[in-house]
């Protein structure tokens, strides 16, 4: 089953700030965050490993909450460049399905000037 | 210094014509995969490779056989294509399997399908 995300959309302003949530209905082991231009490849965020971990990249930073199975990343200040669509990525525990990511479907940021 | 390439970038073929995507890494890293992503963004795994062994492989019809003839090129034959094969197959790489290993994807193949 994927995470499902939300919103499916946001429309910002320069210097706004905005957060864009993932949850799971399985347990969660770990969240990756891809952001993803438009006609190019995800590009590999941020990942959280253990339950309360936050983490920060310039002004993306994201937190993950084991317990309500649930991730957010957090985007302060929004620039241009943050435009595109954001996917969290849960990957399985390991076993035969080690490296398997289920994808949510994707948050669409757009940032105008 | 392309980390995940993938050829050709686009593709464009009729029903029924077979074809190959090709893919390589030059990060070292011992597990492949390939993911599919359609038309409303959704990005799906279709097959994992560890070190040339299949690992992962999801309910793909038989059409699609991935190909791995060492740890840094992982390539995907589709025999008789259909219209729902219209996509961009992503092709991406970690450095293992498992919860910890980010992915690094190449740039995509957009597979039109007439």
């Known amino acids: 089953q994927q995470p499902v995300q939300s919103p499916q959309a946001v429309i910002l302003r320069e210097g706004e700030d905005a957060v864009i949530n993932c949850s799971s209905s399985?347990?969660?082991?770990?969240v990756h965050w891809y952001r993803q231009k438009h006609g190019e490849a995800p590009v590999f965020l941020m990942i959280l490993l253990k339950g309360g971990e936050q983490k920060g990249h310039e002004k993306i930073s994201a937190s993950f909450n084991e317990k309500k199975q649930q991730s957010s990343l957090y985007l302060t200040a929004s620039q241009l460049s943050y435009s595109g669509t954001y996917f969290c990525?849960?990957?399985?525990?390991?076993?035969?399905?080690?490296?398997?990511?289920?994808f949510g479907d994707g948050t669409t940021l757009t940032v105008k000037p | 210094d392309t980390a995940v390439s993938q050829t050709p970038k686009y593709l464009v073929t009729q029903m029924g014509n077979d074809k190959s995507i090709k893919c390589e890494q030059n990060l070292g890293h011992d597990t492949m995969y390939w993911y599919k992503q359609d038309s409303k963004k959704f990005l799906k795994i279709m097959f994992s490779?560890?070190?040339?062994?299949?690992?992962i492989n999801e309910t793909v019809p038989n059409r699609f056989s991935p190909k791995s003839p060492d740890k840094a090129h992982l390539n995907l034959h589709i025999n008789s294509l259909e219209l729902g094969d219209s996509a961009v197959y992503f092709c991406?790489?970690?450095?293992?399997?498992?919860?910890?290993?980010?992915?690094?994807f190449g740039n995509g193949t957009r597979l039109t399908v007439t």
């Open positions: 490779y560890n070190n040339k062994e299949l690992i």
């Open positions: 991406a790489s970690s450095p293992v399997g498992g919860r910890a290993s980010p992915l690094h």
């Open positions: 399985k347990a969660l082991y770990s």
């Open positions: 990525g849960t990957p399985s525990s390991g076993g035969t399905n080690a490296g398997k990511s289920t």
